[in-house]
């Protein structure tokens, strides 16, 4: 079932050099990589990871919160708010990348 045209992804993706540079195993093994499968199931979830990112990454190391503004899947408003919902100070404040 086509998705959404994912050509470029699907050429890119299932050429031998770039599985093994991302280590992913080869196609004869595991098939092609396509965008919509159902090869893959979650059965088990962590919940919200935003008290790691607020306790254990953030005051560890740098981290720079990025996103597009037309991404359909995950808005920028999203990102947004769980960046704010961490109450922790901004450095730079949201701006445009350009």
């Given at each position: 079932v086509g998705c959404i045209d994912a050509g470029a992804a699907?050429?890119?993706?299932?050429?031998?050099?770039?599985?093994?540079?991302?280590?992913?195993?080869p196609a004869s093994l595991i098939g092609n990589w396509?965008?919509?499968?159902?090869?893959?199931?979650?059965?088990?979830?962590?919940?919200?990871?935003?008290?790691?990112?607020k306790?254990?990454?953030?005051?560890?190391i740098r981290v720079v919160i990025y996103n597009g503004d037309v991404d359909s899947c995950v808005p920028y408003n999203g990102n947004e708010l769980w960046t704010s919902s961490l109450?922790?100070?901004v450095v730079t404040p949201w701006r445009a990348w350009f």
């Open positions: 699907s050429a890119y993706l299932n050429q031998e050099s770039v599985r093994k540079a991302i280590h992913v195993a396509s965008i919509c499968t159902n090869k893959i199931t979650y059965g088990f979830t962590m919940g919200s990871l935003l008290p790691y990112y306790n254990d990454l953030i005051p560890n109450d922790i100070p």
